[in-house]
């Protein structure tokens, strides 16, 4: 059986923390799907569109890696995906407590799932898209904190 993992997220944008994460699993997986959730009650940044390219951007010409947005539960896209893990960064123990209740109730709703942790490397782990945003809203330059495909 193809071992596919879903790496699920707002992408929003993706930093240089996405991208690691998703480099250091290409190894472990036959498979990774970024999966782009698509949430009415929180409003995105970026438009999904972009969001989406940027990913495919970033992962032209890695035919392991693709990029789908999905609505609803991450477990019901992973059974419908066929896949049977869900790939997710740790940066700091706040992270864990968060993805430990999240990891745990996925379980519960689909048993046939694992979730896989990675832990963030260290150059990465005061990095989060909100950061970007935020310069890119006061005026700053994030480029250094972005893939180099992601163009604002
Ligand atoms: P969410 O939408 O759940 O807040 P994100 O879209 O920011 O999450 O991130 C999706 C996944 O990427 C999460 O597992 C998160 O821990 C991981 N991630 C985010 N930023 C980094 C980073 N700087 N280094 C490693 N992993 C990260």
Redesign the pocket.
Known sequence: MKRIAV??????PI????E??ILRAIPLFDEIVVAI?ENAEKKSFFPLEKRVKWVQDVFQGVPQVTVESYQGLTVDFCRERNAGYIL????TSA?FEF?RSIGQINKKLYPGIETVFLL?TPE??A???SIVRDILKNGGDPSQFVPDAVKF
Do not use: A
């Not at 790496?7 to 929003?12: I, Q």
């Not at 930093?15 to 996405?18: E, L, R």
């Open positions: 790496f699920p997220g707002s992408f929003d930093t240089k923390g996405h690691s994460i959730g997710r960064g740790l940066r992270d993805e963030t990465f782990t990095l989060n898209s």
